[in-house]
């Protein structure tokens, strides 16, 4: 009798499984790769003046790039949103995703247009995030340290083991901030300076924004990392600062592609028109995100670093965001570096 | 022809002449087909081919045509005609898969699918799309069409069901595991311009894994780094999971309720929420190191980032499995053995040396293994607290979704895990020879077991003890940072973390499920209840047939059954989107592939259970019961199931609380219409809200508590029918 | 009921692998009699009998049980059911329990289940024993459980693999001449495997002996014991002198044999002229103290057992095994003999 029961209930339960709808027309998939929260308000907002009944599913930049790879054949995403933008390059090169030309192009600034040109149409910049430093001014001020302001700051004794880095392998971010390096000072000034950082390096961490969150709980004193990672952290209410170095530094465009072979390209379409304009932009900010928008008309949220006061180098997207160079790179690290072997 | 010939051909039948025949775009019990049951999409078979021109699935009627023939209009007169018509049943179940897949395969939604017979065939217009019921249940009835046949000519004495049941599981194993997984490793062969074995040996030799720097002032490839910490941490939870089972079964301990939570506990939490309660105690600024400094003058390092902070958190997280594993067979052992021993002059401490400790050898050797697979598969601890560690399901992990993607490297890695898995499992195998480890025989057992030695029941204590501490200290930790504002920083009291996920007004519409979490909540539990029935039922069927069935090839479908387990359960996902996106199987997006994906991945434990409690039961059991007119199927559910009711537990504890707590495979599996718990949660921790991630994870912990008490109560104690321990 | 039915071999053998463990064998067995299977371990006979069982599936050759091929039908399909050397009873049922398992799948009512099980428990004795948990019985109830288990369905056939084993001397001879009793009281037909021969020869109506896969003889007790046809099947049953001999001649069914220098006539059996083997009971050697007679020897060993003694002699024609039922012959050891033997005893088989 007990197994009867356990049975039923089983098939019951299978039953209303396989009973739950598949993909539908007339509605939108949304791979997106930004915070929870931020692709919540968009999709929610987004419904609410469409009536669009749009899911998104979020994952890693990495992740989602995979995840259009291995759905090719049978793509069940319809837009790809959010996410720092040598995936989405590499998914143009790859023509996985297709080209999109919105009247809204001229509203945007010229970094986000730029993205666009480069992928020949296929992705579009929508916001953009400054790599710097973020350190805990408890750790700080219990060492008694000033906390470092430019690059050069960084290999000073004090700092020594409390420096914490992504994996270059693992993270785009930390790659771009080899990358950062290499077009301020040379390849080989850059390579120099990031053996005498390694010394000071506590740990690569494989996720790029680990080392954030391990300076606000204060296991590290100083981060590696997108400033407005720090920002949002600060904003939660722990003990850190952002720092733009004083030499210039690097950046990532956040862009969006729409998927090849997408079941609702119309409603794709309209998300991505909407997702660029002022109101769209203006959600991150409800979204707990601080990256810069693209859309000119939208002033960025006052949690967010000051663009203005960061000095930005021209970074050389088509350059360093090509697999080749990015192989030479890492293989360089590599031999220079050699993580992983006992200091 | 036999009933359940019969019965097979009828369901052949009317799935053929009723039910659609590919996938549905809303699903088929929605029942919008009904609209139109004849169209193009939702058409049986029989109308596909008759109006809608799809000729090339005409041959499956065939298929069950035949033996209907064989069956009324030729019935089978003596021996030697019967045995005819079972080949022709047998070859009718075999052609009739072959073609269902083969033209599956060849004909998919754009059409043909390669190349040379796009130039055969240029002119050829049929599309079609997945595989719907009518299709599947067309496929299962070919299956035991096939094995009907193949029992009705004496194989595995003649038990069509122990047949069948190897059919459906060397069927679905070769479908869900092998397929994807097969498609992962060939990977390891592409290079750009097609496909190389030299790239294989390239890949798999690459000095990154295999390098003995580390003797040499160096650093060491990551495969001995993996195996390193495999070892330690299958032989630590073996070991601890082994001293948990001799303190809850042989000594008498008084608590044993608290006893059996706390030894479980781990298992019902999320692994990655033990690497951040381990940091929160012992990171660098952790409770306990800081209380450390303030006290000691010890000043706060980052140790536990590495070899020993992966050590700690896989040990706490894998020794609810040894376990679980363990107290079955601890409990196997047969009390009268150990008295032959004791009557031999046996001291205490040789009759656990000569006696108990050999009889638990398919015990620890499982339980063993289980931890190796489950550290090499293991990403959610390492990528959290690896440090500079690297281990292989890391680097396969970021060499396909990293920043510098490379599908081949990914591949290789893959075959050196898998190749380590096997030698694991050969080392095993070997261990356990073909000695005899029956202890539950027809005889009944009158003894009682002898007193454990006192070493042993020391070195139980003090292991089983501290771990215990060292659990309740993590566990308070979560149970602390779910009621504090901001753990670590703001400890004041607060019950916001849990209104924000679970919180329900009534308003005008009844109630309201405002709360964040109620809906991954709910499409997890739907999940682990869907799956783990369902996983411990494979589980326990190929356990079965491992231990008690002889045929060709087995030893190479045990190892297959692992692999899901073996490999970082991203990969498994990943490979579960390369597979079953595209016709004839094609069913990412739905909750389906969520539930296989369970099944197919936490199953071995199941296995690994079934098989050590099986072999200590003696097969003259299932004989009796064969040659007392019960069946295969009456023999397990009446004899092999009441006697192996630990492992029952074990595979369904496990598999539900691996569905509700897995991470690493759900990632490309789960959409937007079916999110689970742990994304959620990862979510939260992503933007630095640990109070809610804990006290999401602190809720889910007491469901899957109540959950587990819910199944012991289920499946019951076994009864041996021994007298009760006297201590 | 179900009536007694034959069983029949024909060709059949099993493989495992390359090992042959049963090789073409042919044999029948009549409906309501008693056969053993006996032979030493790794003959064979516990692989036919799982075979007829239905364990064990043929490589070749046919079995019919009654009317019916049943070759290829699984075990829970025949109407035949087994007593396992383990008993193998379930240990998480109690006696009753355990008693009614077989006839769960049959069409009765539980009371009628409970009924019947009882009523042959009484039959062996177990009355008052239902609620008992198996590990609470000792060996010989546990036996009994175990015969109750298999004769409740009332099978067709019964199957005994080495069912007293596990007993002491004394209980083991009460319950063979129990199972012998209870076959013949239901009738049934009963196959029974044993490597002992002495329990063989008390049970059987017809004994198959075994060697290597093959069978070496199949009759009566006293066939085999009166006629073996080879030096195994005499030496396994009842146990005999194996002595080389030289038949001189052949008259009739009658053969001279000289062995050691004497002359005697035994029944040809087929042989003819030339060498062969005398196969002589240990009890048929009559033993003389004194050393005059055609053939002598010396005692080698001499124990005295209380029921008989056994002697070992030296003897021209090799060393011979005596049992002397005679106590009041008490020889000793060195003591020359005279050897002659008795009537009955004595058999020729082929070297």
């Known amino acids: 009798m007990r197994a009867f029961r356990a049975a039923g209930l089983i098939a019951g339960l299978t039953i209303t499984v396989l009973a739950s709808p598949a993909f539908a027309q007339g509605k939108l998939n949304m791979y997106c790769t930004a915070n929870e929260e931020w692709c919540k308000v968009m999709a929610n907002e987004f419904n609410k003046k469409t009536g669009i009944d749009i899911a998104f599913t979020r994952r890693g930049t990495g992740e989602t790039y995979a995840m259009l790879k291995a759905e090719k054949d049978n793509p069940k ?67 008694g340290v000033t906390p470092p302001a430019c690059w050069a700051d960084l290999l000073k004794p004090e700092f020594k083991g409390e420096i914490q880095m992504p994996n270059p392998h693992s993270s785009g971010t930390a790659y771009t901030t080899i990358a950062t390096l290499v077009q301020l000072w040379g390849e080989d000034k850059a390579f120099e300076y990031l053996k005498q950082l390694h010394a000071s390096i506590n740990q690569y961490t494989k996720q790029g924004p680990a080392p954030g969150q391990a300076a606000a709980r204060g296991e590290t004193m100083i981060a590696i990392t997108f400033l407005h990672d720090g920002a949002m952290s600060k904003r939660r209410g722990f003990p850190v600062e952002g720092v733009a170095p004083c030499e210039g530094t690097g950046y990532e465009i956040g862009s969006m592609s729409i998927i090849d072979g997408a079941r609702n390209l119309a409603n794709a379409k309209r998300y991505y028109d909407f997702a660029l304009s002022v109101d769209g932009q203006r959600l991150a900010d409800a979204g707990e995100s601080y990256q810069a928008p693209s859309n000119r008309g939208t002033p960025p949220s006052p949690y967010s670093p000051d663009l203005s006061k960061i000095k930005l180098i021209d970074y050389d997207f088509a350059k360093y965001g090509s697999s080749a160079e990015r192989r030479r790179l890492l293989a360089r690290w590599d031999a220079e570096l050699k993580v992983g072997a006992p200091k | ?36 049951p004849w169209g193009e999409d939702a058409a049986p078979l029989i109308v596909q081919v008759l109006r809608h021109g799809r000729i090339w699935l005409a041959p499956l009627l065939l298929a069950f045509a035949v033996p209907l023939l064989f069956a009324f209009v030729l019935p089978p007169e003596g021996e030697a005609r019967r045995r005819r018509a079972a080949i022709i049943l047998m070859l009718c179940g075999a052609l009739g898969l072959v073609w269902l897949f083969g033209q599956g395969f060849a004909i998919g939604a754009r059409g043909l699918s390669w190349g040379w017979a796009k130039d055969l065939y240029g002119d050829f217009e049929g599309r079609q799309f997945g595989l719907g019921y009518g299709g599947m249940i067309v496929a299962v009835a070919l299956l035991f069409l096939l094995t009907e046949g193949w029992a009705r000519r004496g194989a595995l004495r003649g038990d069509a069901f122990v047949l069948g049941s190897i059919g459906i599981v060397v069927a679905t194993t070769i479908l869900f595991v092998f397929l994807p997984v097969g498609l992962v490793l060939v990977g390891a062969a592409r290079v750009e311009d097609g ?7 390239k890949r798999v030799t690459s000095s990154d894994i295999w390098s003995l720097g580390c003797f040499v002032g160096a650093t060491c490839g990551t495969f001995w780094k993996t195996l390193l910490l495999a070892v330690v941490v299958g032989a630590l939870s073996t070991a601890l999971g082994t001293a948990f089972a001799l303190l809850a079964v042989r000594m008498g301990f008084r608590w044993q309720g608290a006893l059996r939570l706390f030894a479980l506990l781990p298992i019902i939490t999320p692994p990655f929420v033990v690497g951040l309660a381990i940091i929160l105690l012992v990171g660098r600024t952790g409770a306990l190191t800081v209380l450390m400094d303030d006290w000691f003058g010890i000043p706060p390092t980052r140790w536990i980032y590495g070899f020993p902070g992966m050590a700690l958190a896989q040990t706490l997280s894998f ?22 021993a004791l009557t031999l002059r046996a001291s205490p401490a040789r009759l656990f040396r000569t006696i108990t400790l050999p009889l638990m050898r398919p015990g620890l050797a499982n339980a063993f293994l289980v931890g190796v697979l489950e550290s090499i598969s293991d990403l959610g601890n390492p990528v959290i607290l690896a440090g500079n560690y690297d281990v292989l399901s890391v680097q396969i992990y970021f060499a396909l979704v990293g920043a510098q993607v490379d599908g081949g490297r990914a591949a290789g890695l893959a075959i050196v895990l898998l190749g380590l898995a096997l030698a694991v499992f050969v080392l095993q195998a070997f261990w356990l020879g073909d000695r005899s480890y029956t202890t539950v025989a027809g005889k009944g057992d009158t003894g009682t077991h002898a007193p454990l030695p006192p070493a042993v029941r020391h070195a139980v ?14 566990y308070a930790t979560i149970a602390f940072g779910g009621f504090v504002t901001n753990v670590g920083r703001d400890h004041s009291f607060t019950l916001s973390h849990f209104v924000d996920l679970f919180s329900i007004e009534s308003g005008a519409g009844g109630l309201a499920w405002t709360g964040g979490a109620w809906k991954s909540l709910g499409t997890t539990l739907e999940t682990a209840l869907i799956a783990a029935p369902l996983t411990a039922l494979l589980g326990l069927l190929i356990a079965y047939v491992l231990s008690r069935q002889v045929f060709a090839g087995k030893g190479a479908f045990e190892f297959i059954t ?16 390369v597979a079953f996106n595209t016709p004839p199987v094609e069913l990412t997006g739905t909750m389906a592939i969520l539930v296989i994906c369970f099944i197919f991945r936490d199953m071995p434990v199941g296995i690994r259970a079934g098989v050590a409690a099986l072999s200590q039961i003696d097969r003259s059991l299932d004989e009796s019961s064969l040659t007392l007119r019960h069946g295969g199927f009456a023999t397990v559910r009446r004899v092999i199931l009441p006697l192996i009711r630990p492992a029952i537990v074990a595979a369904l504890v496990f598999g539900l609380v691996r569905a509700m707590t897995s991470l690493s495979a759900v990632i490309f599996l789960a959409t937007a219409r079916h999110n689970l718990s742990t994304t959620y949660i990862v979510a939260q921790i992503e933007t630095a809200r640990f109070g809610t991630a804990i006290a999401y994870s602190a809720a889910l912990i007491a469901i899957m508590a109540a959950l587990i008490l819910a199944i012991q109560w289920l499946v019951g104690e076994r009864r041996l029918g021994r007298r009760a321990l006297q201590t | 009921m179900s009536t007694p039915a034959a069983v029949e071999f024909t060709n059949v053998s099993r493989r495992f692998g390359p090992v042959v463990a049963v090789d073409s064998i042919s044999f029948r067995v009549e409906p309501g009699t008693l056969v053993t299977l006996l032979g030493p371990s790794g003959c064979g006979k516990t692989t036919t009998l799982r075979m007829i069982a239905g364990l064990e599936m043929p490589s070749d050759g046919a079995i019919r049980i009654g009317e019916r091929d049943v070759t290829r039908v699984s075990a829970a399909e025949r109407d035949v059911s087994m007593v396992f050397q383990s008993y193998a009873l379930f240990p998480h049922m109690n006696v009753l329990e355990n008693v009614g398992y077989g006839l769960a799948v049959s069409p009765m009512t539980a009371a009628q289940r409970d009924e019947k099980a009882r009523a042959f428990l009484r039959k062996v004795g177990l009355e008052g024993y239902e609620k008992r948990q198996i590990g609470a019985l000792s060996g010989g109830q546990q036996q009994r459980v175990a015969l109750a288990r298999a004769l409740v369905l009332e099978p067709q056939v019964l199957l005994f693999d080495e069912p007293l084993s596990n007993l002491d001397a004394k209980l083991r001879r009460r319950m063979r001449d129990e199972i012998r009793d209870l076959q013949r009281e239901l009738g049934i037909t009963a196959v029974y495997v044993t490597h002992d021969q002495e329990e063989a020869m008390a049970v059987s109506d017809k004994i198959v002996v075994m060697k290597d896969g093959h069978i070496a003889q199949m009759g009566t007790p006293d066939e085999l014991y009166e006629a073996p046809v080879d030096r195994f099947v005499a030496d396994f049953i009842g146990g005999a002198n194996l002595i080389d001999c030289e038949i001189a001649g ?46 002598t020897g010396t005692v080698r060993k001499a124990t005295y057992l209380g029921s008989h003694r056994e002697f070992t002699i030296d003897s021209p024609i090799g060393e011979l095994f005596v049992i002397e039922p005679d106590l009041s012959n008490s020889l000793t050891v060195g003591a020359p003999v005279a050897i002659t033997f008795r009537d009955r005893g004595l058999a020729l088989v082929a070297r």
Do not use: C
């Not at chain 2, 051909?9 to 002449?17: D, E, P, Q, S, T």
């Not at chain 2, 204590?461 to 993590?474: E, R």
């Not at chain 3, 062995?259 to 040809?268: D, K, N, Y």
């Not at chain 3, 030339?274 to 009890?283: D, E, V």
């Open chain 2, 562 to 577: 692992m692999l899901s387990f073996a490999i970082p359960g991203t990969v498994i996902g990943l490979s579960y989107i």
């Open chain 2, 1 to 36: 022809m036999s009933r359940a010939a019969r019965w097979w051909l009828a369901v052949g039948w009317a799935a053929m002449l009723l039910l659609p025949w590919y996938a549905l775009e809303d699903g088929l019990f929605s029942f919008v087909w009904l609209r139109d």
């Open chain 3, 250 to 295: 052949v008259e009739g069914d009658t053969a001279r044999v000289a062995v050691g220098g004497t002359t005697l006539s035994q029944p040809a059996r087929g042989l003819r002229s030339g060498p062969a083997t005398l196969a002589i009971r240990y009890a048929a050697v009559r033993l003389q103290a004194g050393g005059a007679g055609a053939l």
């Open chain 2, 319 to 340: 020794t609810p499995i040894a376990f679980l594993i363990m107290i079955g067979v601890v409990q196997g052992i047969s009390p009268t053995m150990e008295e032959a």
């Open chain 2, 461 to 474: 204590y003090w292991t089983a003890l501290p771990w215990i501490g060292i659990t309740i200290a993590v």
């Open chain 2, 195 to 201: 496909w190389s074995l030299l790239a294989v040996a």
């Open chain 1, 77 to 143: 995403g319809d837009i790809w949103w959010g996410g720092t933008g040598d995936p989405h390059l590499q998914a143009a090169e790859e023509k996985l995703t297709v080209k999109y030309e919105p009247a809204i192009l001229k509203e945007l600034h010229p970094w986000a247009k730029a993205q666009w040109d480069r992928s020949g149409g296929r992705t579009v910049g929508i916001y953009m995030g400054a790599i710097g430093f973020v350190y805990n001014k408890e750790v700080a001020a219990k060492k």
